[in-house]
């Protein structure tokens, strides 16, 4: 019996080595391994893909997140202490972010059926101090943009949307990260749009931002030597950027094939317990909105059926086991008591999704949890 793996990025990224090692040999004959022609291609490229005017590439995707912030401190729209609400329950990158630009994260629980925070849970958090809101399309789930956006324009809130986990997906037709004032994407190797080592991009319909983010990434400097901010040494290569082209060309079979599989989960899984509840109470209308990046369950025994899947050679994740606020390093900003967030990461379950795997593969994990008996 063949292990299904829960990720393979040798398989997935295996129809595109023929094109990659191609670009690298030109990218080694120029010896020009920063600023260059790929990485203003991925850029125009990237930008259209969301339905923006403009991106810049950077390092990573909290790099993405915290360049951003700091390029709004510059611009005096956001000052030393200020409020930024964060979803409790996503990856510590968003709430890093916060902290890397002197700002104060405040947790906001999510919906409970989507995962993702919603306006009205944003709304009880905000002070005269709160100047951000940062969404995070979670799973690779876009958020209900339309009504945070009305309460960050209706408050004089910026909004900066983490999209590390949901490029391309959409609502109403609109991106993810062209809703907000600023979008920042992650390329981690693992993503949909996964890249040959960490890569981000700050994508915006502000031109001066563009180019603040862009100076920040660059030591600070809009020209060389000349550097009128202290910055950060956050650039995208021109081997990242070479193998994201190929990759975004190629990206829309990866969706269909994620959608495609979560099609089979939501089929096939018998028991409601397993089923992710915001697609099973919004069926097909939800296609535009989700990418499936993960494609997330839950269970009261989440360490028993861990222990089932793996006795059948399947593989699995948890994302996340804990909130941010549970980790020692935010640990101060921590509740007194349980939360929302505390109880949908006891249970939550990423089951095998992506190009990787077949039909077969697919219906072996339904077939397998099917059989749990431990309920």
């Known amino acids: 019996m063949k292990t299904v793996d829960f990720l393979a990025l040798n398989k997935i990224n295996e129809p595109f080595n023929e094109q990659f090692v191609k670009k690298v040999l030109g990218i080694l004959e120029t010896g020009q391994y920063l600023f260059g022609p790929h990485l203003t291609e991925f850029e125009k490229a990237f930008s259209r893909f969301c339905g923006v005017s403009g991106s810049v590439g950077v390092a990573n995707g909290l790099d993405a997140l915290t360049i951003s912030l700091l390029a709004w401190k510059t611009q005096g729209l956001v000052f030393e202490g200020d409020e930024v609400l964060v979803p409790a ?3 510590i990158a968003s709430a890093l972010a916060v902290i890397e630009s002197g700002l104060k994260p405040v947790f906001v629980e999510p919906n409970r059926l989507s995962y993702t925070i919603e306006a009205n849970e944003c709304e009880k958090h905000i002070t005269p101090k709160t100047k951000v809101i940062m969404p995070v399309h979670l799973y690779g789930s876009i958020c209900q943009m339309d009504e945070i956006c009305d309460l960050a324009k209706t408050n004089n809130i910026l909004v900066l949307e983490d999209c590390a986990q949901a490029h391309g997906a959409k609502l109403d037709g609109i991106a993810a990260g062209a809703w907000g ?22 994508v915006s319909n ?10 920040i990434g660059n030591y600070g400097a809009e020209k060389k030597y000349a550097h009128k901010v202290a910055g950060l ?7 990242t950027a070479a193998f994201l082209e190929i990759k975004l060309q190629n990206y829309s079979i990866e969706v269909k094939k994620r959608r495609h599989q979560a099609g089979l989960y939501l089929n096939h899984i018998e028991d409601d317990i397993f089923t992710q509840k915001f697609m099973r109470d919004v069926g097909n209308d939800i296609k ?5 990046h993960l494609f997330v369950v839950e269970h009261q025994l989440r360490e028993s059926l861990i222990a089932h899947l793996s006795e059948n050679k399947i ?20 509740p007194e008591k349980r939360t929302l967030s505390d109880e949908i990461c006891r249970q939550v379950l990423s089951l095998p999704i992506g190009s990787h795997l077949d039909d077969e593969d ?3 994990v339904c077939s397998v949890l099917n059989s749990f008996k431990f309920r």
């Open 89 to 91: 329950n996503s990856f």
């Open 288 to 292: 535009d909105r989700n990418v499936f």
């Open 362 to 364: 697919i219906m072996r």
């Open 233 to 239: 040494n956050s650039r995208m290569s021109e081997i």
């Open 181 to 202: 004032d600023a979008g920042a994407f992650s390329f981690y190797p693992g993503k949909n749009l996964g890249g040959i080592s960490d890569g981000g991009v700050i």
């Open 315 to 334: 593989e699995s994740g948890i994302h996340y086991p804990m909130p941010i606020y549970r980790q020692e390093a935010f640990i101060n900003y921590a």
């Open 206 to 215: 502000d031109e001066g931002f563009l180019r603040k983010c862009r100076a």
